[in-house]
């Protein structure tokens, strides 16, 4: 972002401004991810995520307003959010009980790879194709992430896949206990 703000002529301190816009966004998802998940369900909402997340990025290349680069952060950074967790908790119930940690390790692992792999990939993106070509690459490759979801939701539901989030047991009262 501070490059592709360099290059329209963006202040540095309204930059900084706009990452901190979606940090926070990325943070703020939590309070509405249970409610979220109730209504639309794990993977429908990890795609929708993925495939918004998708555009938005893809977008940041488009020579917009600064106020409307500011709404397409923050609706980024929200969609950005609610897959960080999301994922986590798709790799342990997709893991068998032993393996867990395995994977979990093995993502994180993934994650660090990542961390390492894409500034230096989009370095040498932005050095062939211009400074926003990073942001419709990685644009693309959410919205192949969000394409795996459609599909693995197809296949979940044709196999009469449980719910993505298990309605809640009743909660028994002390003296129920005593009655049964």
């Known amino acids: 972002m501070p490059v592709v703000g360099e290059h329209r002529g963006i202040a540095p301190a309204t930059i900084g401004l706009l990452l901190s ?37 893809a977008g940041i290349a488009l020579p917009v307003p600064v106020a409307v680069l500011a709404v397409m952060l923050a609706v980024l950074g929200f969609c950005l959010g609610v897959g960080q967790p999301l994922s986590m908790t798709t790799v342990v119930q997709a893991a068998p009980p032993q393996a867990r940690s395995t994977a979990l390790a093995l993502r994180l692992t993934g994650n660090r790879l990542g961390q390492v792999a894409a500034p230096a990939s989009a ?25 795996l979801g459609v599909r693995g939701g197809r296949r979940d539901r044709q196999a009469g896949a449980a719910p993505a989030v298990p309605a809640p047991r009743p909660r028994r009262r002390p003296t129920d206990r005593h009655r049964a």
């Open 123 to 147: 370095g040498l993106i932005a050095g062939v194709a211009g400074t926003a070509a990073p942001f419709v690459m990685l644009g693309a490759l959410l919205l192949a992430a969000a394409g």
């Open 21 to 57: 816009l979606r940090a926070a966004a990325t943070i703020a998802c939590r309070l509405v991810m249970t409610p979220m998940l109730r209504v639309l369900g794990r993977t429908a909402l990890l795609t929708t995520t993925c495939l918004l997340a998708g555009v938005l990025c």
